[in-house]
């Protein structure tokens, strides 16, 4: 009865997941707990820790300005990339503001974060997300995926790391 009851969650599972090298088809992938990933439009290849413990993804980003373009919240900021080559990209962009977030670092205050919507291949495909703007400096990955990106792309082998492509077709 357990072999059946394991067969039986093992197709479950594996009906669920798209663990195939063809990344067109929808589907979750398995991911390393770090991967590669290319940021759009700036085709800037970094690497992405991959979080299961964080909400929100979040990006590295300096010089965060929020002003009112046409009636709407928007926020000016500079993102500070290192690519796949060690070289370091600043990139001073402008986007409207999706939202802020309050982050609490355990024995830190709250802090409000400005939440942005960016484009990033992963795995072949391209995605929309959410992305806190966050001082990463400090931290070895410039860029972090979190949950909700994760819930329809990706779950996570953390044994592994960089199994999927960072280009889009």
Not at 23 to 44: D, F
Not at 77 to 95: C, G
């Amino acid at each position: 009865m357990r072999w059946f009851l394991s067969a039986v969650i093992a197709a479950s599972l594996a009906s669920s997941f798209n663990a195939t090298a063809d990344s067109r088809t929808p589907g979750k992938v398995i991911a390393g707990w770090v991967e590669k990933v290319s940021l759009q439009p700036w085709n800037v290849i970094v690497s992405a820790k991959l979080d299961t413990g964080a909400l929100t993804s979040s990006i590295h980003a300096e010089d965060i300005e929020r002003f009112e373009k046409d009636d709407e919240r928007w926020v000016r900021f500079t993102l500070v990339l290192e690519d796949e080559n060690d070289k370091v990209h600043r990139i001073e962009t402008e986007q409207a503001l999706a939202r802020n977030v309050r982050i609490k670092d355990h024995d830190d205050p709250s802090a409000r974060r400005a939440v942005v919507e960016l484009e990033l291949c992963f795995d072949g495909r391209r995605h929309r997300t959410q992305f806190s703007l966050a001082d990463r400096g400090d931290f070895i990955y410039p860029v972090l995926l979190g949950r909700r990106f994760m819930e329809d792309v990706a779950v996570v082998d953390p044994e592994s790391t960089f199994l999927t492509q960072a280009r889009c077709e």
